[in-house]
């Protein structure tokens, strides 16, 4: 599987039309390119704040779907979401117009700013915000295109005026492959988008392109062992805590309020401090400043840079107090990315670790649901719900019930049926107390709990 092989020039002024322009990773785009110069316009099914953002910035948004939205646009932009038959691609398709996936489109600007991508199944959003807080802090001034805001960028992207474009460098459609890249990172490697790739063989050979074809450093994590094979490959940089780790975490100490960390590389010991709790946010700053000192910028600039990172949408993401509780909320949906989550919580001094889980999609939980059984160990409470569909069509036999059943034969607290968000908000606020921290997790509207169970805390008067 390659990328593509004639992107569009960007290097002048473009009239850009993007088909569901208000997904994450679409209006990332569209900022980067309007705030490029380009004329950029665009449609979606539903309005929502990233319309009204990409408004702001002037692009022309409409919601709903029709072939007279295409106007005199110079190229189309689709993503892979998109079906065939969209009046907007299929009016492009017959009057000429270029249709372009993501990738496409940023290779094409990666002609005008080499990338320095970042890619893995978990902690892609995190170390990608991360080496770009650390490259602007010390005056890299890069592009950069991130899958959740960033406080400490103010937003999810921009264009700067540096040398490089930062990119969360997506493996669900392959888009990791865009290029030219001047540098690649690869937090870890596990079975996730198989349907895409079509197996592990496939989805690993797909990581081993994306660190051959880059043309410049390439680092990656060898605590991981579906990556590690990848620091076996010639010129690739390690990095972790393993003693093969050309970047190594020599000690490591961390609590509620982030990390601080004393690491080893190749060019000099460097402190660390890191605004965000866990293990693997340790490891993640260790890989955005592995790859940026391996890019040539200064490392006590890069370590200065990484203390102003302070955590992005859904990542660890505190969202307030109430009767003496501590709210968090977090994308985590995969086995891994939940015991993290878990343990980032557990290492906060916290009295109780309260979970709620929020299973994401019929097809993920019927591959992956019998994985659960041991990642809530950590939990003292566990409260799981139905599966968030993502648009999916129900499978027979496949719910929440199916955690349920899991958990309950392994480790950890015995887990509470909430079947929907409210069903768990009352449960919730009946059953924190003050010292505890209220976690959520998951990537549907779980993200919605910590607000529902504050107002109903609130209206009990606590």
């Known amino acids: 599987m390659t990328g593509p ?8 002024p473009r009239r850009v039309h993007l088909v569901a322009i208000g997904g994450a990773g679409m209006s990332a785009i569209a900022t980067v390119l309007a705030e490029l110069g380009h004329d950029v316009r665009g449609s979606d099914l539903v309005h929502g704040a990233a319309l009204e953002r990409l408004r702001s910035l002037g692009v022309r948004v409409r919601v709903g779907h029709d072939r007279r939205f295409v106007g005199d646009a110079d190229l189309v932009v689709a993503s892979t979401a998109v079906a065939a038959d969209n ?6 398709r017959e009057r000429g117009i270029p249709v372009l996936r993501r990738v496409d489109v940023l290779s094409a600007l990666a002609r005008e700013q080499p990338l320095l991508s970042v890619s893995g199944t978990h902690g892609k959003t995190t170390t990608t915000s991360m080496l770009a807080v650390a490259l602007r802090a010390a005056g890299e001034d890069p592009s950069f295109i991130i899958g959740a805001e960033v406080p400490a960028l103010g937003a999810a992207a921009a264009a700067g005026r540096g040398p490089h474009l930062v990119l969360e460098a997506d493996e669900s459609d392959a888009t990791l492959l865009a290029g030219p890249r001047a540098g690649a990172l690869v937090t870890n490697i596990e079975p996730d988008h198989l349907e895409f790739w079509g197996g592990w063989e496939q989805l690993c050979a797909g990581f081993t392109e994306f660190v051959v074809g880059t043309d410049g450093p390439v680092v990656v994590c060898v605590d991981d062992a579906g990556s590690a094979p990848l620091a076996r490959l010639d010129g690739v940089i390690g990095y972790g805590l393993a003693d093969a780790a050309d970047h190594r975490i020599m000690s490591l100490d961390t609590n509620a309020h982030g990390s601080r960390i004393q690491l080893r590389t190749p060019r000099g010991d460097l402190s660390l401090r890191v605004g965000v709790p866990g293990l693997h946010n340790a490891r993640n700053a260790v890989g955005a400043v592995a790859l940026a000192v391996e890019s040539g910028v200064d490392p006590d600039s890069v370590a200065a840079g990484i203390g102003r990172y302070s955590g992005a949408a859904r990542r660890f993401e505190r969202r307030g107090s109430s009767g003496g509780v501590d709210f968090v909320d977090d994308y985590a949906h995969l086995p891994t990315e939940v015991r993290a989550a878990i343990e980032a919580g557990r290492s906060g001094g916290w009295r109780r670790v309260v979970v709620t889980f929020q299973p994401h999609r019929y097809s993920r939980t019927e591959a992956l649901w019998p994985e659960f059984a041991e990642v809530f160990a950590e939990a003292d409470e566990l409260l799981l719900t139905d599966i968030y569909p993502a648009g999916e069509a129900p499978r027979e036999g496949i719910t929440g019930r199916l955690l349920v ?54 209206d009990r008067g606590t």
């Open 87 to 92: 009046p907007e691609v299929v009016e492009a």
């Open 5 to 12: 092989s004639s992107p569009p020039d960007l290097g002048q």
């Open 405 to 458: 059943d899991a958990v309950a034969q392994g480790a950890g607290p015995h887990p509470a049926w909430c079947p929907d968000l409210d069903a768990a908000a009352d449960r919730l606020a009946e059953l924190l107390r003050p010292g505890d921290l209220c976690l959520s997790l998951g990537a549907g509207d779980v993200t919605r709990l910590a607000d529902l169970v504050q107002a109903r805390l609130s």
